[in-house]
């Protein structure tokens, strides 16, 4: 099950996991977003199945692990996120709300009942995260830097407290992605937005690849997660950022 997946990171990795030949579940708010993958992926022979569903909401988590019920996935993809800028002195609680409810929560609760569902059988759980969490680059994003944080505090204490029962439970630390969300923050510079145009050339200073990345090249990572590849990786970071946080 890959949530946030209709688009941009979720989006690749669907396309892998399919041709992988993975039964997929995919989630996401966008359904019509959600067709278009499926119509894609209908060239593989694996079986998809789309589900409309708001994260942020509680009662469709519980409704989409009852949907599910008997036929769990064996691999769960924590990908849906939302990452809005605020000036920090005008975050007011409704606002912070949303972006923990979508950012960890959500991933919290999809966790839980992927344990609950298999604690005697396993799994893999794949987290994603940001190297935002670890290196705070982009101003007016601190909610978003904070939910982050805590999903790598939820992995690393999942996976110290689950191993044990057959769960391999790691997070991916992207950076740097061309997606269509950054794409709408690169229409910040274009309006002539110093912050994010600072931001931005910061960012290309450091990166030794000297280049973006693509969702695919998170995807392929995931792809080697869920698999016996990577049987003894187990409460791992893992950024796929082009070398940033190393520079």
Avoid at 35 to 51: A, C
Avoid at 119 to 146: C, H, T
Wanted: charge should be positive; charged fraction near 25%; hydrophobic fraction near 45%.
């Amino acid at each position: 099950m890959i949530t946030g997946s209709a688009v941009g990171i979720g989006r690749a990795m669907a396309y892998r996991f399919a041709e992988a030949g993975a039964d997929l579940d995919l989630v996401d708010m966008n359904i019509k977003g959600l067709g278009l993958v499926k119509k894609e992926l209908s060239r593989f022979e694996s079986e998809i199945d789309i589900h409309k569903v708001d994260l942020s909401r509680e009662e469709e988590v519980d409704a989409l692990w009852e949907e599910l019920s008997g036929k769990e996935p064996d691999i769960l993809v924590n990908n849906a996120g939302i990452y809005p800028f605020k000036n920090f002195l005008k975050v007011d609680d409704a606002f912070l709300k949303k972006v923990i409810d979508i950012n960890l929560r959500s991933a919290l609760l999809m966790c839980q009942y992927m344990i609950r569902k298999r604690l005697k059988r396993g799994g893999v759980i794949i987290n994603i995260g940001s190297i935002e969490a670890i290196v705070p680059i982009a101003e007016d994003l601190i909610p978003y830097d904070i939910s982050k944080t805590g999903v790598i505090a939820l992995t690393k204490a999942l996976a110290k407290q689950y191993g044990r029962n057959g769960f391999r439970i790691n997070i991916i630390l992207p950076g740097g992605i061309t997606t269509p969300g950054t794409k709408a923050v690169a229409k910040e510079v274009a309006r002539f937005k110093m912050g994010p145009l600072k931001t931005g050339i910061e960012f290309a200073m450091r990166l030794p690849l000297r280049r973006g990345g693509q969702p695919d090249e998170v995807a392929r990572i995931a792809l080697v997660l869920a698999s016996d590849l990577s049987s003894y990786v187990h409460g791992a970071l893992i950024p796929v950022d082009g070398g940033f946080l190393s520079a």
